[in-house]
């Protein structure tokens, strides 16, 4: 198969960043924190590079949806080697209440236009943790979809996939063009090298609104509140069975 390959790419803060609430509950403080590329997004630009170093695919494209500043996260895809970027343009007002199915039908939208083969995106994001981009894209495509995809091989027409579940481990053997979500077993990303960062200040990021593509961002879900989880009260060790029955009797669990 020589065909193209999206890979999705989302900017969320930092996993190794200590979340803050915002004092009116309307979600967590965005300003002045690290942010950088999804984990599980390096995962699926790792594995997609590696199918074009084997030219089992001739080009990748790294596509981000958000305000200017995804577009470093563009750069990070870029410099690990993905040959050009899109950027789906949307402003932070707008970008806070966008949701798996806006950007389902935006992946969507640019398959067709980009005439992809492949779209490849991590299993979820680590602010939301949705996990339904990808199956809703391959919905709105009408594509089949290979999930939580541990192993990855291409025969031609074809993808062989295997998919972690709760008893183990699944193979599947899928049809292209389809929809891959990455897990975390299926590589282990490289870092962008001092070169490779240089290099892809000279690669090409297209810039697109979701209207040029048909796409209306209205979400009809709305959240209310958000709290940080309440702190855990600490346990206590006890010396024997009755001792443990004790102290649940007086905690009213049993």
């Not at 005439?115 to 199956?135: F, H, P, R, V």
Request: hydrophobic share 40%; proline share 4%.
């Amino acid at each position: 198969m020589s065909g193209r390959v999206l890979v999705g790419v989302k900017r969320v803060i930092d996993y190794a960043v200590k979340i803050r609430v915002k004092p009116d509950h309307s979600g967590v403080v965005t300003e002045g924190v690290k942010h950088s590329m999804n984990p599980f997004c390096e995962i699926a630009v790792e594995e997609a590079v590696k199918m074009k170093e084997k030219k089992l695919i001739k080009e990748v494209v790294a596509v981000s949806c958000g305000p200017q500043q995804v577009q470093e996260t563009i750069r990070t895809a870029l410099a690990m080697g993905a040959d050009r970027g899109i950027h789906v343009e949307v402003s932070a007002k707008e970008y806070e209440s966008l949701g798996p199915l806006q950007v389902s039908k935006i992946l969507a939208a640019l398959a067709k236009k980009e005439e992809a083969q492949l779209i490849i995106l991590g299993k979820q994001a680590i602010d939301g943790d949705c996990n339904q981009t990808g199956q809703m894209t391959a919905a709105l495509l009408d594509w089949p979809q290979g999930t939580f995809a541990s192993e990855v091989t291409l025969e031609g027409g074809h993808v062989k996939v295997v998919r972690e579940i709760d008893g183990g481990l699944e193979t599947i053997k899928i049809n292209t063009p389809a929809v891959l979500t990455a897990d975390l077993r299926l590589n282990t990303p490289r870092y962008a090298t001092l070169p490779n960062i240089m290099k892809a200040k000279k690669k090409k990021i297209a810039n697109v609104k979701p209207a040029d593509l048909g796409v209306e961002l209205a979400s009809k879900l709305q959240v209310l509140r958000v709290d940080a989880p309440p702190q855990r009260e600490a346990g206590v060790k006890v010396e024997s069975v009755a001792d443990l029955v004790a102290k649940l009797k007086e905690a009213g669990t049993i």
